[in-house]
């Protein structure tokens, strides 16, 4: 991967299969304490599009989400972006992926409790060599009249606002979601989701979320069902549902 290399280069056809999940397996354990998470997953994601990893808990998603993000790595199979193949990488090479190429959105904020707002999003910014605008991005999220706030100032909501403004201002070509809505209530999390649509919309970041709201799945433009470890469906929304108009 060269220094000047954008996966924006890639062609029609190697978008089709931006990110590649081939016979993964992931298992814990030995012996009688063995457990098997992550049984044969194979399927693609194109680039820019809004995928939704499905399932209940137990079911693997947030173990793949991490092989993705390069913090965990699969026993068998392999993860490629854009044709590169995560378990061909040093730790090096690993650590400039993460830092260059994935976003990450988690339940938890995860913010620098001594930081504004425009400073804990600055923070990934400075992790990027084509980093966005902090201010625009201020008023994109809803945050810019907030920027002067510590995060203890801020409502549940304003605060994973911020976590997402974190991760999206260096321009990540993946953008990680982990259960982004899971602390927050029903009319927050529409307006997360609003917000993390709104995001793919604007920027074209590919999105990988994780969720067991069975709702947001209207949303995505790909759906993938897991269950026990397994791709257990593979689905296309043709008729996408914006994120105002969900209802659990």
Known sequence: MSKDFSYDDLKDEEKKEFLKVSQVNKAYGTGDSRQEVLRGMDFSVAKGEFCVLLGPSGSGKSTLLNIIGGIDSADDGYISIGG????DMDEKAL?????KHLGYVFQLYNLIPNL????????GAYLSDNSLDT??????????EHRYKLPNQLS???QQRTSIGRAIVKNPDILLC??????????TS????KLIEEVNEKYGNTIIMVTHNEAIQQMADHVIKLRD??????IYNENKVKAQDLDW
Do not use: F, M, S, W
């Not at 650590?95 to 830092?99: A, G, P």
């Not at 504004?116 to 923070?123: H, Q």
């Not at 470890?229 to 593979?234: A, F, I, P, W």
């Open 190 to 193: 529409k307006e997360i989701l």
């Open 229 to 234: 470890g397994k791709v257990r469906k593979n």
């Open 84 to 87: 590169d193949k995560l378990r």
């Open 135 to 144: 201010d625009e991005l201020l008023h994109t999220l809803g945050l810019y």
């Open 178 to 187: 982990d259960e982004p809505t899971g602390a927050l209530d029903y009319n």
């Open 156 to 158: 549940g909501g304003q």
């Open 116 to 123: 504004n707002v425009k400073e804990n999003i600055e923070v």
């Open 95 to 99: 650590t400039n992926y993460r830092r």
